[in-house]
């Protein structure tokens, strides 16, 4: 009867997910067989309640008196033998979830390092990639202020020396319509058209080294105002890069702290609910020894107090 109704008690829940696999045998294996000592223990502990209820009348005999020490005697070695098998398999849980950790901290480590490498290399390369891709920029920009914004503008000087000697040669043709007969003034014209040439001369010989001075620092300054226009768009562009992906990193940093907060409250919910069907089922066997305990004064006489003393209670 009794040890019927203690073979249906729930010792657990079974579809309980182990947090880590082992590669060998799981940690719900290990579990039934603590379970099944557990239930081995209730059940001695019922059949020497049953053998002390049947033999335990005051009218016992040696022989009864010598077979009941021996039930207890075994009852105790069965129980004290249980118990060393439960604390054995207990501490190669212990070892083997350890082992278990330990692999897997490993493994999350190299995991980490591989990732880091290769986020090394990736930056690496989308740098040399962006130097690349500025310096031909920075190419392109250079010639094109080059040929269109500087080498035009000083090309002007050789036109208007060159317009102003047509304008002399083109002067004193005209003057000949005056039919000037003086010596003295057509002297005086060819000295002036003389003048004017060598005038005409000297600026184009003279400015033209100055201007040329002046293009080489104008292209020193267009090749620096270059650099400074490709860099300030790639900085723009790394600026934006930067912007997009913090505001990524935050999104998913919140869908992860959201997740793991779920994650953490369903694993609590479990435990809670675990540690409630726990605390009954132990009321329960305190509830059903209790009530075997207040049954044996009633059918043999005083309670054996130092065999209730060898019984265990879960907890």
Known sequence: MYSSSCSRVKLGPEARQPLYRNKGKSCGYYMRIIFFFSSLIQSLIIV???????????????????????????????????????????????SEKDNT??????????????????????????????????????????KRKCKEDF?????????????FLNKIDNLFPH??????????QKEQLET?????????????????PYLDHVG???SEVQWRSSQLEVQNTDLTSKLQ?????????????????????????QQLTTLLK???????????????IQALRQMLPSKAGPPNTAFLQTLPRQG
Request: glycine residues 2%.
């Open 101 to 142: 950790i330990r692999d897997r901290d490993n493994a999350i480590r190299d995991r980490d390092k591989v990732l880091r490498d290769r986020d090394v290399h990736l930056t690496e390369i989308r740098k040399l990639h962006g130097d690349k891709n500025l310096l031909e920029e920075k190419l392109t920009t250079y």
């Open 48 to 94: 020497s309640l049953v053998l002390l209820l049947i033999y335990g009348q005051p009218e016992k005999s040696a022989e009864e008196e010598r077979v009941k020490a021996k039930c207890q005697e075994l009852v105790h070695n069965e129980t004290a033998l249980v118990k060393s098998n439960i604390n054995q398999v207990v501490q190669n849980l212990l």
């Open 241 to 265: 890069q930067c912007e997009d992906k913090y505001k990524t990193a935050v999104a998913k940093a919140s869908m992860d702290l959201d997740e793991k907060q779920k994650l953490h409250d």
């Open 274 to 288: 675990e540690k409630i069907e726990q605390d009954q089922q132990l009321a329960q066997k305190d509830t059903e």
């Open 151 to 163: 080498i035009q503008s000083l090309s002007g000087i050789q036109t208007v020396t060159t317009k």
């Open 192 to 208: 002036i058209k003389s003048n004017c040439t060598n005038l005409s001369r000297d600026v184009e010989n003279k400015f033209q």
């Open 216 to 218: 080489e620092k104008m």
């Open 175 to 184: 003057s000949l319509t005056f039919h000037l007969t003086c010596k003295s």
